[in-house]
């Protein structure tokens, strides 16, 4: 079989390129901060089993994500980004290449499966989980090997025992990456969707596998729950009411929040779009009812997570899976029909890839003017992405001006790993805030008086992780514990200090520092920046 006709070959080469090269270039977030000073602490002080975050209890997520992190910062280095995000790199390869394998096992069109595979690893939210140090996609990926796994349960007659043990172990594993949110958001739609389009037929006989699907399953998602919760029961209690209240009264959001769901797919927003409407496509894809299945799923799934309270841009994760799906019907259309396509069904067409083409173009004069002032840093990488983009503008221009579809939606996916090779080393190289002082800057006053560093109250996970190990905080709920030593550091928020004096009154305080973590001067934000102090017994 040649390259080009190997789709899953060239599928699995693509997600290579998007989720694999530069994955050190952006700078480590909040989230990532958290899951990997958890990862971290499993390594240095064997919180394997009972997970803390700055050596305090962090039960709020299941650890499997953690632990494959741990895993590849053990083997591949504790500071190296790329061996951090690593993990998610790989779950996001599983998730684009099971979209593939599902859409070729419903609709039997290698094609087909292949835009939708394509159309997945460059959407947006999934090429960013992708490359994220977060555990949705950890949840979503070992999702979607389960859901193909009970496809096969629900269509074929074979191995139906093997798979279903098989399926329930992957049901499991995506519990424990991140709780029953892949079960609501990705799994529950799957199920109504092939309940209203395939209607369970010939379901007999497949009883018992499905049965020792569930419970496999049940077990495996249990298991570190159980224990934890046996253990160390105050703090499993603590925790739980804690993220139990937050679906109701943290980030709540009206209940139309997601209806502009297809914009988290980036470039694919317009197809995306016009991939949801039933009427115009119904008769014009090459398989209604794998259609009315992907379009069921994908609107399912956004109504349940509507349903929800607490509600994130992130949480859509999920809907991007089926929609993908749903998308590439649109786009195995256009691939078939677009030369012969009235004009008027040409324009949405044109306008949605003109403007990526248009980005193209205009980049070089754009990045040059936002960029002029430290274009010899950044020099080499401009010019090669300018090269690339423009080319792949012209290129888009040139097939679309001869109706030849297919060049155009292939350019569109060099067009994002264009960015991804050439345009995030721009990120990489260029300077931080100039006020930007790492928490590191502690070690300077360490070195020449060794003294214990507190925190006044709390923490930020991404001072924890710069750091390397856990900062104990002075103030825990309504408690002081004041330190015994002599002369100590302290970490201060602005907010924090007349509560500090107040409290220390019978100590020398001193002002030595200011740690500012904001890497963007255009965005500071307060949990980011501490005072320093020298604490001395008077």
């Known amino acids: 079989m040649k390259l080009k006709d190997n789709y899953l070959l060239l599928l699995v080469m693509v997600c290579i390129a998007v989720f694999f090269v530069n994955l050190d270039a952006i700078i480590v977030n909040i989230m990532e901060a ?58 996001g390869t599983v998730t684009v290449i099971f979209t ?23 959407s947006f939210y999934i090429l960013h989980s992708g490359r994220d140090g977060q555990w949705d996609i950890h949840t979503h990926g070992w999702m979607m090997m389960a859901i193909y796994g009970m496809y096969r349960i629900f269509t074929e007659e074979g191995n139906k025992y093997i798979n279903g043990i098989l399926t329930g172990l992957l049901l499991g594993f995506s519990f ?61 209690s603590k925790i739980t009411e804690r993220e139990t209240g937050r679906w109701l009264d943290y980030h709540t959001r009206p209940f139309y929040y997601y209806w502009s769901f297809v914009i988290q797919t980036g470039i694919w927003t317009i197809p995306a779009f016009v991939g949801l409407l039933y009427p115009y496509l119904k008769n014009r894809v090459f398989n209604k009812t794998g259609y009315k299945f992907t379009l069921v799923w994908t609107l399912s799934a956004v109504i349940l997570l509507s349903i929800i309270p607490e509600k994130k841009a992130r949480y859509l994760l999920p809907v991007l899976i089926p929609l993908a799906l749903n998308t590439a019907f649109y786009i195995e259309y256009l691939f078939r029909r677009f030369d012969m396509m009235p004009k008027k069904e040409k324009l949405v067409v044109y306008f949605n890839f003109s403007i990526i083409a248009v980005i193209g173009l205009i ?49 569109t996916v060099w067009f994002i790993i264009c960015v991804i090779f ?48 856990p900062i104990e905080a002075i103030k825990n709920g309504n408690d002081y514990t004041i330190p015994k030593s002599q002369k100590f550091l302290l970490l201060v928020t602005k907010e924090q200090t007349g509560e500090m004096r107040n409290l220390l009154s019978e100590f020398n305080i001193e002002k030595i520092d200011e740690i500012n973590m904001n890497a963007n001067p255009d965005n500071h934000r307060d949990r980011l920046f501490r005072n320093l102090y020298l604490v001395t017994k008077k």
């Open 176 to 236: 424990l990456s991140k709780g029953p949110v892949s079960m609501y958001a990705l799994l529950l739609p799957f199920l109504i969707s092939y309940g209203i389009v395939y209607k369970y037929r010939n379901f007999r006989g497949k009883w018992q596998a499905l049965l020792l699907m569930i419970l496999v399953a049940f077990v495996v998602s249990a298991s570190w729950s159980w224990y934890v919760y046996f253990f160390d029961t105050n703090a499993v």
């Open 34 to 91: 958290r899951n990997f000073a958890t990862a971290r602490e499993m390594i240095t002080m064997d919180h394997w089993i009972f997970t803390t975050l700055n050596n305090e209890p962090r039960y709020e997520k299941p650890p499997l994500p953690t632990w494959l992190t741990a895993v590849s910062m053990f083997l591949f280095g504790m500071k190296s980004l790329f061996a951090l995000r690593l993990p998610a790199a790989i779950m």
């Open 100 to 122: 593939y394998k599902l859409g070729l096992k419903f609709t039997g069109h290698r094609k087909f499966a292949f835009i939708a595979g394509l159309i997945a690893v460059t």
């Open 363 to 411: 980049f070089p004069l754009v990045g040059f003017y936002l960029f002029k002032d430290q274009f010899t840093k950044i020099w080499p990488w401009f010019i090669l992405t300018s090269v690339c983009l423009v080319a792949i503008g012209i290129l888009i221009f040139y097939y679309l001006r001869r109706n030849r579809f297919k060049p155009v939606f292939y350019l």
């Open 422 to 469: 050439f345009g995030l080393p721009i990120v990489k190289k260029l300077e931080l805030n100039p006020a930007f002082k790492s928490i590191t800057t502690v070690d300077h006053y360490l070195e020449k008086h060794p003294m214990p560093l507190y925190e006044f109250n709390g923490f930020t996970p991404e001072f924890i992780w710069e750091y390397g190990e």
